[in-house]
């Protein structure tokens, strides 16, 4: 895994705002005021290795017209629009965790250390987290996470650090991207003090807004992005600007299911532990008397 240091974080940047003249973009029909989802704290310990887990998460179940969609051109959009997409979420005294899947029919991400900053125009997943109230794009937290068709590497890049401390996701701790023949699954988590001043808790809210990127880019270049997006503020127009992302609320915990034990029903008690052979053979007799077959089940 790859991350991208602070010091070559302004030229990606700029690479990163160069959108096309030509782009393509529908905002949300629900007013992103209205988009607002409650996430659990898990009962399954987060783990990086792309398996969705029980109890790890809760669902998002948002729907399409929570949605903003952005793209190279106009034909893009539709095809972005028709993409298969999750997204589950969960909190603990931390962190903040993040699943998200997407197809992975044309997967294309050719970055490398020179373009990792480019991923936003390939297969990638970017996130984007600031405090509640937040109104100014600078205010936010925004991360992105991808494989590199190119080398197998998984790759960070972190193109906003709202609280300047030069935050990077640990490349073996705080994520991972995992390449399947027909989807992707991507695993973060996100430090709570890299984005809000101070810890939150139960009833606390903060604003996200996630982009599954499915763009075709070849060799970095920020050409043929297809992003769909939670609400607005990332990508598009308005872009980085927080006051388009849902309203996220930390709720309660999940409850693990009940494992009932097995019950044992106990012998009868007028029936004797062992039985005396005279009484079997008896038995025995007395049925083949009466025309009674008897067979040994195998």
Not at 17 to 27: D, G, H, I, N
Not at 198 to 226: H, M, P, Q, R
Request: charged share 20%; hydrophobic share 45%.
């Amino acid at each position: 895994m790859k991350r991208l240091g602070a010091l070559a974080l302004s030229a990606v940047i700029l690479s990163a705002l160069a959108v096309s003249a030509s782009a393509a973009y529908v905002a949300p029909v629900k007013d992103s005021a209205n988009i607002k989802y409650t996430i659990p704290q898990g009962y399954t310990a987060w783990a990086a290795d792309g398996v969705i887990s029980d109890g790890e998460y809760g669902q998002i179940n948002f729907t399409t017209d929570e949605l903003s969609f952005a793209a190279y051109d106009d034909a893009l959009i539709d095809a972005a629009a028709a993409n298969d997409i999750t997204l589950y979420m969960s909190y603990d005294a931390d962190y903040i965790y993040v699943a998200a899947t997407t197809i992975a029919k044309d997967y294309i991400c050719e970055i490398d250390e020179s373009s990792i900053g480019n991923m936003w125009a390939a297969y990638a997943v970017q996130l984007s987290l600031a405090p509640a109230g937040a109104t100014d794009g600078s205010e936010r937290l925004e991360t992105g996470y991808a494989e590199s068709s190119l080398d197998g590497n998984d790759y960070s890049v972190n193109w906003s650090d709202p609280m300047g401390m030069s935050y990077l996701p640990d490349d073996n701790n705080d994520y991972c991207v995992v390449v399947g023949s027909d989807a992707i699954v991507y695993e973060m988590r996100v430090p709570m003090e890299a984005f809000v001043e101070n810890k939150l808790v139960e009833g606390d809210n903060f604003l996200f807004s996630i982009i599954w990127a499915t763009g075709t880019s070849e060799g970095g270049a920020s050409d043929a992005y297809v992003h769909e997006q939670l609400g607005y503020g990332v990508s598009g127009d308005p872009g980085k600007d927080p006051t388009g992302h849902a309203t996220i609320t930390l709720g309660a915990a999940l409850e693990a299911p009940v494992v009932e034990e097995p019950t044992v029903d106990a012998p009868a008690a007028d029936t004797p532990a062992t039985a005396d052979a005279g009484i079997v053979a008896a038995a025995a007799v007395m049925a083949v008397a009466a025309g009674v077959v008897l067979s040994k089940k195998h």
